[in-house]
């Protein structure tokens, strides 16, 4: 008996300490950094969980790059480090690049389908005031004079994956945290 506790607990430590040098998680949904039981049993840290990474490019801090392929959004940090977030994406027939800025940012923002989406799901409504059912989540970042936003989504399930209208879906707690690092006029690169 003991010695299986002694072998789930040796498990335990080394999943809950795995991982390379160059990704480490950022922090919990509390802010601070992921415990050891969040590591172990659940908790933020997922396959898309939020995570400070090595960034080879050359880009300035306070960028925001989007990797569609990869479904993975970063926020350029400088001095070689980026904050990697997961994100859902475009379905096929829905992804887009290019660049862009933040022209607007919003709390519990309301929304209006656009007419496209509308013909497309004519059940959808008309308007949707912001709160926890609206599918923009908690936070939204527009993006120039685009039909696209980078949201977060009351369907966290769906990051990681190609599920969107072209809109760059993140969790609340990600958008959250991206909100706040962010500025009208940040860039924004959207690559494949």
């Not at 990797?67 to 959004?73: A, N």
């Not at 989504?153 to 706040?180: F, K």
């Amino acid at each position: 008996m003991i010695r299986s506790v002694f072998t789930v607990m040796a498990f335990a430590c080394s999943v809950a300490f795995a991982g390379s040098a160059g990704a480490q998680p950022v922090a919990s949904l509390n802010g601070e950094q992921a415990s050891f039981f969040e590591r172990v049993f659940g908790g933020p840290v997922s396959p898309t969980a939020r995570r400070l990474v090595t960034w080879p490019g050359t880009q300035r801090p306070g960028t925001i790059v989007i990797s569609t392929s990869q479904r993975r959004l970063y926020f350029v940090l400088g001095n070689g480090q980026a904050i990697q977030y997961g994100i859902g994406v475009g379905r096929p027939g829905f992804t887009w690049t290019g660049t862009k800025t933040v022209s607007m940012k919003r709390e519990w923002p309301a929304w209006s389908p656009p007419a496209a989406m509308l013909r497309r799901r004519p059940d959808l409504p008309r308007y949707m005031p912001g709160g926890l059912d609206n599918p923009l989540g908690a936070r939204a970042l527009y993006l120039g004079s685009s039909m696209y936003r980078i949201h977060g989504s009351n369907e966290p399930q769906t990051i990681g994956y190609a599920v969107s209208s072209g809109c760059i879906r993140m969790t609340n707690a990600d958008v959250i945290d991206l909100y706040s690092r962010t500025r009208v006029g940040t860039r924004v690169v959207v690559l494949r």
